[in-house]
T-cell receptor
Framework: QQQVKQSPQSLIVQKGGISIINCAYENTAFDYFPWYQQFPGKGPALLIA?????SEKKEGRFTISFNKSAKQFSLHIMDSQPGDSATYFC??????????FGPGTSLSVIP | DSGVTQTPKHLITATGQRVTLRCSPRSGDLSVYWYQQSLDQGLQFLIQYYNGEERAKGNILERFSAQQFPDLHSELNLSSLELGDSALYFC?????????????FGEGSRLTVL
């Protein structure tokens, strides 16, 4: 019930294309759904996050779509750039409690 | 710079040995998390502390232990090391009580067990 599933495991996208990463959770107590971006040799850093009272959040080229009834959420990266090449982790958490990460998606954006 | 400091950055040791990883959270952050990231693996939650008290436990081996001190820094102790313990160990901190619940990660301690 604490697991967060993430797909795909790896993704190759042409520059300018759309990258889509999907996640699913089971625990309905989760109330915060962040996405973290990790570059090689660095710690993950928060990219964008959403709470379940909204269905979509957009920040620049990054959008989270959230489907509460399906217990699914996804990250869309528009106009993908080579600098977006990184590992992306979705996560689910409850306030004051442990944060559960998905297994990660390795994104490569090729010129 | 996330404001979270982890030491050492790299550590090479032998099987059977014991090591201590140290984490200094962001100023004012009360909660510290430890994660293990093996090669090409995700972030495995180990343990969480909040203001000196253990808050949640994940898949932490009995050979591993941690604590958070009164000054809020945390240490992760790994003993009887095995080859499979080679990994990146991340510490993250958060204030909780803030609006976002964002975790701020350090740059990790890379442990190599030979």
């Amino acid at each position: 019930q604490q697991q967060v599933k993430q797909s795909p495991q790896s993704l190759i996208v042409q520059k300018g294309g759309i990258s889509i990463i999907n996640c699913a959770y089971e625990n309905t107590a989760f109330d915060y759904f962040p996405w973290y971006q990790q570059f090689p040799g660095k710690g993950p850093a928060l990219l964008i996050a959403i709470r379940p009272d909204v269905s979509e959040k957009k920040e620049g080229r990054f959008t989270i779509s959230f489907n509460k009834s399906a217990k699914q959420f996804s990250l869309h990266i528009m106009d993908s750039q080579p600098g977006d090449s990184a590992t992306y982790f979705c996560a689910a958490q409850t306030s004051y409690d442990k944060v559960i990460f998905g297994p990660g998606t390795s994104l490569s954006v090729i010129p | 710079d996330s404001g979270v400091t982890q030491t050492p950055k790299h550590l090479i040791t032998a099987t059977g040995q014991r090591v201590t990883l140290r984490c200094s959270p962001r100023s004012g952050d009360l909660s510290v998390y430890w994660y293990q990231q093996s090669l090409d693996q995700g972030l495995q939650f180990l343990i969480q502390y909040y203001n000196g008290e253990e808050r949640a436990k994940g898949n932490i081996l009995e050979r591993f232990s941690a604590q958070q001190f009164p000054d809020l820094h945390s240490e992760l102790n790994l003993s009887s090391l095995e080859l499979g313990d080679s990994a990146l160990y991340f510490c993250a901190s958060t204030s909780w009580g803030g609006p976002t619940g964002e975790l701020f990660f350090g740059e990790g301690s890379r442990l190599t067990v030979l």
